[in-house]
Every structure is written in C-alpha cells, then in structure tokens.
C-alpha cells in the first residue's frame, strides 16, 4: 500500500505560480512513477505530468513550458519520497483539483494508480 498526501494548493492570478507537494510513502518499492493528474470542474481528468525513478518526464501539451515536475531521489528503493509540481505562468484553464498518482509505470497511472485525496488549484482574478 502507497499512502499519498498532497499539499500546496490555493488560489493565484492569472501569471502566477503555485507548487504542489506530494509525500509518498508505503510499500514504494514497486513504483517507478509518479506524476500529477488534474480533474476539472467539468470532470474531465488529465494527467498533468509524471517522472519516473530514472528521472524520465511526460507532460501533457497543455503546460509544457510551464509546469515542471520534480521528486526527491531516494537512497533505497522501498524509501519515502516527495515529488514536487511547480506551476508557473498559470491560466484560469488550470483550475482543477490536482491529486498526486503513483504506479508501477506511467501507462498505468490512469486507471490502477494509488491516488491522494488531493489539493485544489483556483487561477482567477
């Protein structure tokens, strides 16, 4: 079992930035990927961007160039870890609730992934 806790989340201007934090723990040693998804107010959900163990990244076309996603590298492969979201250059698009996700692999994120309760991101003026 893989416990996920995320915070960082709020409220922020359009142009602004926010980051996100995700504390992983549990039985780690069988992730190698961890990544954000975002559901909207229209319940579409979207991954957002994940890295895995490698340090290989993936972004949805919607915030390359703005969103960067980063993790802790641990000693041990069963350690916890803490994987990070900062979003710069934020739109009112960006509105969602972002949960931290982590599998085995990227592919398999969407649907068998552990997920957090996650953090609300509102971009308005």
């Known amino acids: 079992q893989v416990a996920l806790v995320e915070s960082g989340g709020g409220l922020a201007q359009p142009g602004g930035s926010l980051r996100l934090s995700c504390a992983a723990s549990?039985?780690?040693?069988?992730?190698?990927?961890l990544g954000w998804f975002r559901q909207t107010p229209a319940n579409e959900r979207e991954l957002v961007a994940a890295i895995t163990r490698d340090g290989t990244t993936t972004y949805s076309d919607s915030v390359k160039g703005r969103f960067t996603i980063s993790r802790d590298n641990a000693e041990d492969s069963d350690d916890d870890t803490m994987v990070f979201l900062q979003m710069d250059n934020l739109k009112p698009e960006d509105t969602a609730l972002y949960y931290c996700?982590?599998?085995?692999?990227?592919?398999?994120?969407?649907?068998?992934?552990?997920r957090g309760q996650g953090t609300q991101v509102t971009v308005s003026s």
């Open positions: 549990g039985s780690m040693f069988s992730i190698n990927a």
């Open positions: 996700v982590a599998a085995f692999t990227v592919a398999i994120m969407k649907d068998h992934g552990s």
